[in-house]
């Protein structure tokens, strides 16, 4: 009874998505308040119905529901509570459902945080959201639903989800990503209200930024998670294989990366207006891509959802519907949006401007790297792989020029170039003398080669930061000491530096990693000993270690350095009864600021000794770090006390 | 619950499935170039994996064979090659470079081309006064509640 | 450049993204209608290569790439840990009694399992090799079964067939392909 209470909820649900996608947007167009009004509390029933329908779901899994056919293919009543709630996004139907209820939750928020802007353009806004949200209820309801039952049969137990799934990254990882992808329909909603109001003022990227940031934030961190979570869990040592499924999410990223500074400059400045549309259809039109190429089987991928024609024509067609109809609609009424105002060559514009088209760049060349197997076959030309190899060639040469960019334009003035640029130059030259002696002082430290790719790498992220903090310097010593200044300087500033420094951070994480990690494949025997990277690895010991589900072994490792003891590791290899052809590893990581140490325990071989797998990767933590920088970055963009809308001038002026 | 902590957890043991096979080499280069190999080389069945990371036998199988063949002296093109006899270019992560692939350089080359064209452009170009500005004017109260915004914006 | 020209100039360059996504969209489209796990050999038009494999009947008995060639045939690939093969082989029993020239490779499998196999189930195959550790497979770009190999009599092989042969698939493209074999 009570999954059919969900069923109901969601159908419900969806008629309402059909009013607020027409009643407000009628309403807008005739100017009737009422109308218009009625957007508010369409979307915050939407909402709650929504969750209704998803906590249903939720106390279908708690309560071992079997009898619902998504339950019983995804669950099993030996999950622990936690597994068992996260298991609802664990499989194609209830991560739809995820999908719409974050949608839900977006456009509840938008109706209900924006007292600033009129109300006109709030109704197009969310009946903008309403249509979507038409579209993936639908999908669900038609192709997806999660509470189909199975009665007459009623399975004893469930399948079980997938035990590399049954971690906390599986809790947190589909719910930020999602919120990202997601909250770029706000950003999306705002351009083509715009785009159909025929009008496109500062304001409009005022409204529009918070929200941005707001998915963005959600995003970056989303993507990090996921990299972390890869790493870890499937112990290969590697943290981005520029997979399919990981492209997806990469590419709304990079547009919303590009939005989110573009919608500063629009803001500020108002230029950039009609990119910045552009942009904003763009990056959510790149979810939803990212949405179809997952689901529908196109292409080959370990993350992929199972498949189905019939599901993937359904995402297809609302794509072309959504994308095609807001570019046509870009195409037609782009001509409205005016940009007035110029800026010089040497201006904080036209670096921000390069930056952009490099992400842009790069965004192409990640969409063209995943589309190209498959157009290159469909046109007869045969099967081709694009992967690591090529996409972390690309992205050297283009980090390059945009490093370098990103360092110098918060050194530039708005508009104008400055009279003379010279003293800016010698600054400039300066730093990336530093830049490069700091980046071949690294290697020579902590490795025993200085390479010269890694050279680049190091020299780009100490460029950044040293920048950013000369930047700091200049601003706050502008008017005041600079122990003054620094106080004064807003948030929405440190917005920017963290996030600079983020990507820095990043940069030295992947620059290490790649050039200097080691990887060693070993049969070791009880005793045993290897050197390297200055650690010395004692295989000291390996024992029986049984657990109430399972049965393996443990070894035991001491690490030390410079014949200083530093840590015990523990390596496992589990045999789990439910699970008898595959032995899975339980890795052991000694995670560290400068190093991680990872050893995983193989098979048994026939002398006896024992397959293992130990990894040195130098500042692999920084990478993720650097993405949690950019993240909190975001957060201080948004809690600028700009965006707090209890502006009392801005509620008068309504 | 913060991130934070998430991330930073301390030495833990994980889950994963592993194969690890042990081979023995004459040297570090050669050990260099079968992990090049089996970074680059995909496993031709599995669902986007390098052979390095899968477990399947055939994978099992072409890494064997790629590791006699580095023993043997073979160079990393040589032995690529003999895999894209085999299997098509399916089988290398690295794409050619043919008339078909060539927009994977020339598409995002032209947009940095082009772009890089207008930003100059732009920046060149004077105001241009719209034909029709009077969309655009805002009532006295708007301009103040503007200017207002922009001055705090001017951080 | 007068303004109504430059307008759509601006209006042409705006339609540029709908124009490029719709393209991708038919790209996307045929994309659903494909199996993408699917990888076209590089064999065709190429002579079965050079291999010496043992009978899987007669462990003593060796042959060589000279068993494909002389008629049109059809080489196949199986083994018993898989489930299509299974379902393939009666099929391919009738094919070979409707006169088909069929060798069978048996493929990183058991002798004892694959010989019982073949009992339980008939026998199609004029000839059986047998290729445990999957070296000839590897040399003909084979990555899973059932494949089927379309060989002329010249020894050169003219089409690959991945994935089991049934009577669909054979009346409507397959049994073309192997009588336009010379």
């Given at each position: 009874m009570i999954p059919e209470i969900g069923h109901f909820s969601l159908i419900v649900a969806t008629a309402l998505s059909f009013l607020l996608a027409i009643y407000p947007l009628i309403g807008a167009k005739i100017n009737h308040p009422g109308m218009i009004n009625s957007a508010k509390p369409l979307a915050i029933m939407q909402f709650l119905l929504m969750t209704l329908s998803f906590v249903v779901l939720a106390y279908a899994f708690a309560t071992d529901d079997f009898s619902v056919g998504y339950v019983a293919t995804n669950s099993n009543s030996l999950l622990p509570l936690r597994y068992k709630i996260s298991a609802v996004w664990g499989g194609h139907e209830g991560s739809l459902l995820l999908w719409s209820l974050t949608l839900a939750i977006w456009t509840a928020a938008v109706a209900v945080f924006?007292?600033?802007?009129?109300k006109v353009a709030l109704a197009r806004v969310l009946s903008v959201m309403g249509m979507i949200a038409i579209g993936f209820n639908l999908f669900i309801l038609l192709t997806?639903?999660?509470?189909?039952?199975t009665l007459p049969y009623l399975p004893l137990d469930g399948n079980d989800l997938n035990p590399l799934l049954q971690d906390v990254g599986l809790i947190f990882h589909p719910p930020m990503l999602y919120m990202g992808y997601v909250g770029f329909s706000v950003a999306f909603a705002f351009a083509i209200a715009a785009l159909m109001a025929g009008r496109l003022d500062s304001a409009w990227a005022r409204w529009s930024r918070p929200w941005t940031l707001v998915a963005w934030v959600f995003l970056t961190a989303g993507i990090a998670l996921g990299s972390w979570w890869a790493y870890y869990e499937l112990?290969?040592?590697?943290?981005?294989?520029?997979d399919p499924v990981e492209n997806s999410s990469f590419m709304p990223w990079l547009a919303g990366t590009a939005l989110i500074h573009s919608l500063a400059v629009s803001e500020k400045r108002g230029v950039f207006k009609s990119w910045t549309v552009l942009l904003s259809i763009s990056a959510f039109s790149l979810s939803l891509l990212g949405t179809f190429l997952v689901r529908s089987g196109v292409l080959v991928s370990?993350?992929?959802?199972?498949?189905?024609p019939a599901r993937g024509l359904f995402i297809l067609a609302f794509l072309i519907a959504v994308v095609g109809g807001s570019l046509l609609l870009y195409a037609v009424k782009g001509s409205e949006i005016k940009s007035r105002g110029k800026y010089g060559l040497f201006s904080r514009e036209t670096f921000l401007l390069i930056n952009n088209v490099l992400l842009i760049a790069a965004l192409l060349v990640v969409l063209i790297g995943t589309l190209l197997p498959l157009v290159h076959k469909e046109l007869g030309m045969g099967s081709i792989s694009i992967g690591v190899p090529f996409f972390n060639n690309i992205f050297f040469y283009i980090m390059i020029p945009f490093a370098i960019a990103l360092g110098v334009a918060p050194l530039l003035r708005w508009k104008k170039q400055e009279a003379d640029l010279r003293p800016l130059f010698i600054q400039l030259a300066v730093i990336a003398v530093a830049s490069i002696v700091l980046a071949v002082a690294l290697p020579a430290i902590f490795a025993d080669k200085i390479k010269i790719v890694a050279v680049v790498g190091f020299a780009l992220a100490f460029w950044v930061i040293i920048t950013s903090l000369l930047e700091v310097y200049i601003r706050a010593t502008h008017r005041h000491s600079f122990a003054t200044g620094v106080t004064k300087l807003g948030r929405s500033h440190w917005a920017m530096v963290l996030g600079h420094i983020g990507l820095a951070m990043m940069l030295i994480g992947i620059s290490a990693t790649q050039n200097y990690k080691i990887e060693k494949d070993l049969r070791m025997l009880p005793g045993d000993e290897v050197v390297f990277a200055d650690y010395l690895f004692e295989f000291e010991r390996i024992g029986e270690a049984n657990g109430s589900n399972y049965e393996g072994y443990k070894a035991v490792f001491n690490i030390s350095k410079d014949g200083k003891f530093e840590t015990v590791m523990h390596a496992e290899k589990r045999s789990y009864f439910a699970q008898r052809s595959m032995p899975m590893t339980e890795a052991a990581i000694d995670w560290g600021v400068t190093r991680d140490l990872y050893i995983a325990l193989g098979e048994q071989l026939a002398d006896d000794s024992w397959a293992v797998r130990i990894y040195y990767e130098p500042f692999i933590r920084f990478i993720w770090w650097g993405g949690l920088v950019m993240s909190i970055g975001g957060l201080l963009a948004v809690s600028d006390?700009?965006?707090?809308?209890?502006?009392k001038g801005a509620a008068k002026a309504q | 619950m913060r991130k934070l902590f998430v991330l930073m957890t301390f030495m833990l043991s994980f889950n994963v499935a592993a194969v690890i096979d042990v081979y023995d080499f004459d040297n570090a280069e050669q050990e260099a170039l079968f992990r090049t190999l089996t970074a680059e080389?995909?496993?031709?069945?599995?669902?986007?994996?390098n052979l390095a990371d899968s477990n399947a036998s055939l994978a099992k199988d072409m890494r064997t064979k790629t590791y006699h063949m580095v023993v043997a002296g073979k160079t990393e093109d040589q032995i690529v090659d003999y895999w894209i006899d085999r299997f098509?270019?399916?089988?290398?992560?690295k794409p050619p470079v043919t008339l078909g692939t060539a927009i994977l350089w020339v598409g995002p080359g032209l947009f940095v081309l082009f772009g890089g064209l207008i930003i100059v452009r732009n920046s060149r170009r004077k105001v241009s006064v719209a034909a029709d500005d009077r969309d655009e004017e805002l009532s006295s109260a708007e301009k103040a509640r503007l200017a207002k915004i922009l001055k705090d914006s001017e951080k | 450049m007068t303004n109504d020209v430059k307008k759509k100039k601006q209006l042409m360059t705006r339609l540029v993204p709908l124009i490029v996504f719709l393209c991708v969209s038919i790209f996307l489209y045929i994309g659903l209608f494909r199996d993408a796990t699917v990888l076209e050999s590089t064999f065709i038009g190429r002579p079965v290569p050079e291999f010496a494999l043992n009978d899987l009947?007669?462990?003593?008995l060796q042959h060589d790439k000279?068993?494909?060639?002389?008629k049109p045939m059809l080489l196949n690939v199986w083994a018993t840990w898989c489930p299509t093969c299974y379902a393939e082989h009666k099929y391919l029993n009738e094919l070979a009694e409707d006169g088909v020239y069929i060798v069978g490779m048996n493929y990183k499998d058991e002798r004892t399992k694959a010989l019982r196999w073949l009992e339980e189930l008939d026998n199609p195959y004029k000839i059986s090799l047998y290729d445990p550790d999957g070296m000839l497979g590897l040399d003909l770009g084979?990555?899973?079964?059932?494949e089927t190999f379309f060989i002329d009599s010249k020894g050169i092989i003219q089409y690959k067939h991945v994935g089991d042969i049934n009577p669909r698939n054979w009346n409507s493209e397959l049994k073309a392909v192997y009588e336009q074999l010379k």
């Amino acid at each position: 009874m009570i999954p059919e209470i969900g069923h109901f909820s969601l159908i419900v649900a969806t008629a309402l998505s059909f009013l607020l996608a027409i009643y407000p947007l009628i309403g807008a167009k005739i100017n009737h308040p009422g109308m218009i009004n009625s957007a508010k509390p369409l979307a915050i029933m939407q909402f709650l119905l929504m969750t209704l329908s998803f906590v249903v779901l939720a106390y279908a899994f708690a309560t071992d529901d079997f009898s619902v056919g998504y339950v019983a293919t995804n669950s099993n009543s030996l999950l622990p509570l936690r597994y068992k709630i996260s298991a609802v996004w664990g499989g194609h139907e209830g991560s739809l459902l995820l999908w719409s209820l974050t949608l839900a939750i977006w456009t509840a928020a938008v109706a209900v945080f924006s007292r600033g802007i009129p109300k006109v353009a709030l109704a197009r806004v969310l009946s903008v959201m309403g249509m979507i949200a038409i579209g993936f209820n639908l999908f669900i309801l038609l192709t997806s639903n999660p509470f189909d039952r199975t009665l007459p049969y009623l399975p004893l137990d469930g399948n079980d989800l997938n035990p590399l799934l049954q971690d906390v990254g599986l809790i947190f990882h589909p719910p930020m990503l999602y919120m990202g992808y997601v909250g770029f329909s706000v950003a999306f909603a705002f351009a083509i209200a715009a785009l159909m109001a025929g009008r496109l003022d500062s304001a409009w990227a005022r409204w529009s930024r918070p929200w941005t940031l707001v998915a963005w934030v959600f995003l970056t961190a989303g993507i990090a998670l996921g990299s972390w979570w890869a790493y870890y869990e499937l112990g290969w040592g590697g943290w981005w294989f520029w997979d399919p499924v990981e492209n997806s999410s990469f590419m709304p990223w990079l547009a919303g990366t590009a939005l989110i500074h573009s919608l500063a400059v629009s803001e500020k400045r108002g230029v950039f207006k009609s990119w910045t549309v552009l942009l904003s259809i763009s990056a959510f039109s790149l979810s939803l891509l990212g949405t179809f190429l997952v689901r529908s089987g196109v292409l080959v991928s370990v993350h992929a959802f199972a498949s189905d024609p019939a599901r993937g024509l359904f995402i297809l067609a609302f794509l072309i519907a959504v994308v095609g109809g807001s570019l046509l609609l870009y195409a037609v009424k782009g001509s409205e949006i005016k940009s007035r105002g110029k800026y010089g060559l040497f201006s904080r514009e036209t670096f921000l401007l390069i930056n952009n088209v490099l992400l842009i760049a790069a965004l192409l060349v990640v969409l063209i790297g995943t589309l190209l197997p498959l157009v290159h076959k469909e046109l007869g030309m045969g099967s081709i792989s694009i992967g690591v190899p090529f996409f972390n060639n690309i992205f050297f040469y283009i980090m390059i020029p945009f490093a370098i960019a990103l360092g110098v334009a918060p050194l530039l003035r708005w508009k104008k170039q400055e009279a003379d640029l010279r003293p800016l130059f010698i600054q400039l030259a300066v730093i990336a003398v530093a830049s490069i002696v700091l980046a071949v002082a690294l290697p020579a430290i902590f490795a025993d080669k200085i390479k010269i790719v890694a050279v680049v790498g190091f020299a780009l992220a100490f460029w950044v930061i040293i920048t950013s903090l000369l930047e700091v310097y200049i601003r706050a010593t502008h008017r005041h000491s600079f122990a003054t200044g620094v106080t004064k300087l807003g948030r929405s500033h440190w917005a920017m530096v963290l996030g600079h420094i983020g990507l820095a951070m990043m940069l030295i994480g992947i620059s290490a990693t790649q050039n200097y990690k080691i990887e060693k494949d070993l049969r070791m025997l009880p005793g045993d000993e290897v050197v390297f990277a200055d650690y010395l690895f004692e295989f000291e010991r390996i024992g029986e270690a049984n657990g109430s589900n399972y049965e393996g072994y443990k070894a035991v490792f001491n690490i030390s350095k410079d014949g200083k003891f530093e840590t015990v590791m523990h390596a496992e290899k589990r045999s789990y009864f439910a699970q008898r052809s595959m032995p899975m590893t339980e890795a052991a990581i000694d995670w560290g600021v400068t190093r991680d140490l990872y050893i995983a325990l193989g098979e048994q071989l026939a002398d006896d000794s024992w397959a293992v797998r130990i990894y040195y990767e130098p500042f692999i933590r920084f990478i993720w770090w650097g993405g949690l920088v950019m993240s909190i970055g975001g957060l201080l963009a948004v809690s600028d006390r700009r965006y707090r809308f209890v502006n009392k001038g801005a509620a008068k002026a309504q | 619950m913060r991130k934070l902590f998430v991330l930073m957890t301390f030495m833990l043991s994980f889950n994963v499935a592993a194969v690890i096979d042990v081979y023995d080499f004459d040297n570090a280069e050669q050990e260099a170039l079968f992990r090049t190999l089996t970074a680059e080389l995909r496993c031709p069945k599995c669902q986007n994996n390098n052979l390095a990371d899968s477990n399947a036998s055939l994978a099992k199988d072409m890494r064997t064979k790629t590791y006699h063949m580095v023993v043997a002296g073979k160079t990393e093109d040589q032995i690529v090659d003999y895999w894209i006899d085999r299997f098509g270019n399916f089988v290398l992560y690295k794409p050619p470079v043919t008339l078909g692939t060539a927009i994977l350089w020339v598409g995002p080359g032209l947009f940095v081309l082009f772009g890089g064209l207008i930003i100059v452009r732009n920046s060149r170009r004077k105001v241009s006064v719209a034909a029709d500005d009077r969309d655009e004017e805002l009532s006295s109260a708007e301009k103040a509640r503007l200017a207002k915004i922009l001055k705090d914006s001017e951080k | 450049m007068t303004n109504d020209v430059k307008k759509k100039k601006q209006l042409m360059t705006r339609l540029v993204p709908l124009i490029v996504f719709l393209c991708v969209s038919i790209f996307l489209y045929i994309g659903l209608f494909r199996d993408a796990t699917v990888l076209e050999s590089t064999f065709i038009g190429r002579p079965v290569p050079e291999f010496a494999l043992n009978d899987l009947v007669e462990p003593e008995l060796q042959h060589d790439k000279s068993v494909l060639s002389g008629k049109p045939m059809l080489l196949n690939v199986w083994a018993t840990w898989c489930p299509t093969c299974y379902a393939e082989h009666k099929y391919l029993n009738e094919l070979a009694e409707d006169g088909v020239y069929i060798v069978g490779m048996n493929y990183k499998d058991e002798r004892t399992k694959a010989l019982r196999w073949l009992e339980e189930l008939d026998n199609p195959y004029k000839i059986s090799l047998y290729d445990p550790d999957g070296m000839l497979g590897l040399d003909l770009g084979v990555y899973g079964a059932p494949e089927t190999f379309f060989i002329d009599s010249k020894g050169i092989i003219q089409y690959k067939h991945v994935g089991d042969i049934n009577p669909r698939n054979w009346n409507s493209e397959l049994k073309a392909v192997y009588e336009q074999l010379k």
